[in-house]
């Protein structure tokens, strides 16, 4: 089965880094465009970076400049490096993999990983 697996997430002090990990298992990774999404309390899950296959980027407003998404096609991995970390980063980080057809759209989570930025 498909299995999307964070990891990298912590408390970090504000200014401060972190690097997030997802390791896809059970479909074809380089076919797939990936996402980072976020949820803070009481707020509605947001897409904060998303490659596409080809490895295009985009991101959120409020990352730009500070994070960085990545994929490793050899390794069936996409990262998102987060620097200088800001309290309202704050929230459960999900990786997402997203593929649409003519005939079909798959988009899988997995289960979120914790980042919190507080002194």
């Known amino acids: 089965q498909v299995q999307l697996v964070e990891s990298g997430g912590g408390l970090v002090q504000p200014g401060g880094s972190l690097r997030l990990s997802c390791a896809a298992s059970?479909?074809?990774?380089?076919?797939?465009?990936m996402g980072w999404y976020r949820q803070a309390p009481g707020k509605q899950r947001e897409l904060v970076a998303k490659i596409t296959s080809g490895g295009s980027a985009d991101y959120v407003d409020s990352v730009k400049g500070r994070f960085t998404i990545s994929r490793d096609n050899a390794k069936n991995t996409v990262y998102l490096q987060m620097n200088s970390l800001k309290p309202e980063d704050t929230a459960v980080y999900y990786c997402n993999a997203n593929r649409r057809t003519l005939l079909a759209t798959n988009d899988y989570w997995g289960q979120g990983t914790q980042v919190t930025v507080s002194s």
């Open positions: 059970g479909i074809i990774f380089n076919i797939y465009a």
